[in-house]
């Protein structure tokens, strides 16, 4: 850990960004604005202290998630996401997910916003909403989930207000037009071991890729292995105590812009035993347009399209963020792609 100015800390120049003003919703929120605006326009990658989410809770979380991923195969295989239909919840096996067209090294559970079977959305059959699946013999597992998802809803929420605040608009502006109901994504994921040294071709636990939404806020476990590409390179993003890992979204990089920048990233485990990681993505509502702020201080820089990791604009396409969302979905698992569009 270095300190890059008074105040400041980072890890391999990833700040660490106290963020308990907005939490709190006292103190200094523009000081804290303008180093999540600096960090954007940087890296589009920083570390978050001082949120609040209870350590017993993700304690208990990772325990949790440990116990259902040590089960052999078969009873994972209980909760395979082909049960869930077009929710796109449950288990996937490794292999399963693919990042530009190869199969990730790596295991998951994948929930949602839980809905009940009367929801108007779930009646009206509308792709990725509805009930999560949960594993029977691990009767925690549901509500410590859930409480989870909800803490995170709420610091999504906060962040967005610092992020607004970072780009000189109210603090209310993505709650007012894109998160008022924001579609919610969780992941957990088991990466199991992998070879010290990288072969022929990569074992990625998974390949370079940048996150589809807002704003993803990841909990990871202390075996490393996330990778960032900075403005020089791959740096690493080592896990540091008492703080979650935020970064940009495709979503906010189409509203800003570009000015700021979904950055990609990927994951190698080479701890020598298996890495546990928790994505939380939050999201514009599935049914929003997302568009450009409007504001003489965000002019549009150059697309950056042809140098993307998948060179797909995140400006040019039209529709809904369901639109790009599924189209994404296709992509990752294309054998449940049918089920789910």
């Known amino acids: 850990m270095t300190h890059t100015q008074a105040g400041s800390e980072s890890v391999s120049n990833l700040p660490i960004i106290d963020v308990h003003a907005l939490v709190a919703g006292t103190g200094d929120k523009e000081t804290v604005a303008e180093q999540i605006r600096h960090a954007c326009l940087d890296m589009g990658f920083f570390y978050i202290k001082g949120h609040g989410v209870d350590e017993a809770l993700q304690d208990r979380l990772e325990q949790l998630s440990r116990q259902f991923f040590a089960q052999d195969l078969e009873t994972k295989q209980e909760l395979l996401m082909e049960r869930a239909g077009r929710a796109w919840r449950g288990y996937f096996p490794v292999g399963g997910e693919l990042t530009s067209g190869r199969p990730d090294l790596k295991e998951g559970l994948y929930f949602g916003a839980e809905l009940r079977a009367d929801d108007p959305r779930v009646q009206a059959g509308v792709p990725l909403h509805g009930a999560n699946l949960f594993p029977a013999n691990i009767p925690e597992f549901r509500e410590t ?131 546990l990681s928790f994505p939380f993505f939050f999201d514009p509502n599935f049914d929003a347009e997302v568009k450009r702020i409007e504001s003489p201080d965000l002019e549009p820089v150059m697309d950056d399209q042809e140098s993307r990791w998948d060179r797909s604009s995140v400006h040019a396409f039209t529709g809904t963020y369901g639109d790009y969302l599924l189209n994404k979905v296709g992509k990752v698992f294309p054998a449940l792609g049918g089920s789910v569009i």
């Open 145 to 275: 989930v859930l409480a989870y998802m909800a803490a995170l809803t709420q610091l999504g929420q906060t962040l967005m207000q610092g992020i607004a605040l970072s780009l000189g608009l109210e603090a209310s502006y993505f709650a007012d037009r894109y998160t008022a109901d924001p579609l919610i994504l969780f992941r957990i994921f088991n990466y199991p071991p992998g070879p010290a040294n990288v072969g022929t071709p990569p074992s990625w636990g998974v390949g370079e890729h940048t996150d589809y939404g807002l704003l993803t806020i990841l909990k990871q476990d202390d075996a490393g292995g996330l990778e960032v590409k900075s403005k020089s390179g791959w740096v690493a993003a080592p896990p540091v105590p008492g703080t979650f890992v935020c970064n940009i979204g495709d979503m906010l990089d189409r509203m800003t812009g570009g000015r700021y920048r979904s950055t990609p990233h990927r994951v190698r485990n080479t701890a020598g035993r298996s890495r």
